[in-house]
């Protein structure tokens, strides 16, 4: 006898947009809820279809593969199609070890009744302007929603910080480099009378710093 899996979800209306996906039961972490089913589209093919609906030219059924590849639910898709955005999602999608599937995994225990919700997290290639980014407005409405189902590139505004701050502190540096500089080019050449054994002293740290000089050339060959 072939006993067929219960499904744990279901699609419906959603007061969040049109139609969604819910789950029919509970949902533990961790499970593979379905595969985002489509046909497999280059870039170039997918920049060149129209719009799914030309009065929400927006809409999107794309899902974006790390080979740049584009799974297109609007064709030969499933169920994962209607699965609506959210900036606090309780779903992410997995790729499999070869990248060419995407399946649905729930991030924590999801309750029955639940809507499913993923970060589209859109990838589009063109400068984020706030007019794209409202072309793509997002009405998850939790508290951290960003406003837009597009990804933002959160990282490169931390590398930029980063890289600000590494600029103030070389700006810092040269900074006191220049005064230390300035008072070096000022200060007479030797202003001390040399007092009886520094003459000897001297010597001691001439052969003293030679020692060390060899040395560290030795320490360097030796790694060659
Ligand atoms: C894959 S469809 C999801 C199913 C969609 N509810 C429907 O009935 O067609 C993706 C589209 O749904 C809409 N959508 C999904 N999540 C949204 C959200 N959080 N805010 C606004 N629109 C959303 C957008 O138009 C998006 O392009
Ligand atoms: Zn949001």
Not at 24 to 48: H, K, M, V, W
Not at 150 to 178: F, G, S, T, W, Y
Request: hydrophobic letters at 30%.
């Amino acid at each position: 006898m072939v006993t067929r899996r219960q499904p744990w979800h279901l699609v419906k209306a959603s007061t969040l947009h049109g139609k969604g996906v819910f789950a029919l039961r509970d949902i533990p972490a961790g499970t593979r809820i379905l595969q985002y089913a489509g046909r497999r589209l280059t870039s170039e093919q997918a920049d060149a279809l129209h719009p799914v609906n030309p009065d929400d030219p927006f809409h999107t059924f794309f899902f974006a593969l790390s080979s740049g590849k584009i799974i297109d639910g609007g064709q030969r898709g499933n169920d994962s199609r209607w699965i609506n955005h959210c900036c606090e999602p309780n779903c992410e999608g997995h790729e499999n070890s070869d990248g060419t599937r995407v399946y649905i995994v729930a991030m924590r225990d999801i309750a029955a009744g639940e809507e499913l919700l993923y970060d589209y997290g859109l990838v589009i290639d063109e400068d984020i302007t706030a007019e794209l980014k409202q072309n793509y407005r997002c009405l998850c409405g939790v508290p951290s929603c960003r406003g837009t189902m597009i990804a933002v590139p959160e990282p490169d505004n931390k590398r930029e910080a980063a890289a600000q701050e590494l600029r103030a502190a070389a700006a810092e540096l040269q900074a006191e480099l220049d005064a230390a500089m300035a008072q070096a080019s000022h200060a007479p050449l030797n202003t001390t009378k040399d007092k009886p054994g520094d003459k000897a002293k001297t010597k001691k740290k001439e052969k003293k710093n030679k020692k060390d000089k060899d040395k560290k050339t030795k320490r360097k060959k030796g790694k060659q």
